[in-house]
């Protein structure tokens, strides 16, 4: 019989700080096992408390997060975090260790063999397009924005995670990087059947990378459905406001490539 659960699920789930406002409030979501899901939303909208409940490095205040259908609660959040990559904007890449050993260091504390993990670093380098002989042995203020973010993404998937979560990984980079850094990590995720959430206020990012799109505002799921879905379907105002961008510039490129 074939498991249908999801691979992380969040179940009635609230976050709230003290006395204030929930940032979550009864958010249920599931994530299906190699799907892309991007969750799109305004500063303060919950995103990142949403993604950071799933490694546990917060705790809900009432709900459940399951991870491969365990309860995050009941696994220790070291152990978890190590089964689960996690890409954010600004790489934070250890500055005194080099492309190698940044890559290298859950495999290290794994305890994977030295021979194991020189080959693993060499095969990520090569999936994120970067130079053995050249990168290998850099630091980290050596590179580029778009190659520390690579650097980034590989370390992330170092240690063979089925599950990868990204916030606002691409944010701080240029246009063509970004645009070029986000096609070769959806090439990833599908050649190495990944399961990712990302997490991105950028809605012509969403569209053209997620599998589906949940959207949030003020600590609720307010939409959530496939980018064509989204696209063409009747949504709120708040959505029709976010798809009204993309949709904008889909018609001025028209425009302008019309002979």
Known sequence: MTD???VIAFDNVSKSYGGAAPVLDRVSLDVREREFLAIVGPSG???TTLLRLVNRLIDPTEGSVRVEGQDVQSLGAVSLRRRIGYVFQGVGLFPHMTVAENIAITPTLLGWDGARISARVDTLLDLVRLDRTKHRDRFPA???GGEGQRVGVARAIAAEPKIVLMDE???ALDPL???ALGEDYRRLHDELGLTTVMITHDMLEA???ADRIAVIRDGRIVAEGTPRALMNGEQDEYVRELMATPRRQAERLK???AP
């Open 4 to 6: 249908t659960r999801p």
């Open 45 to 47: 909208s919950g995103k």
């Open 142 to 144: 050596q590179l580029s």
């Open 169 to 171: 990984p691409f944010g």
């Open 255 to 257: 425009t302008l490539s």
């Open 207 to 209: 569209l053209l990378l």
């Open 177 to 179: 990087t970004r645009d």
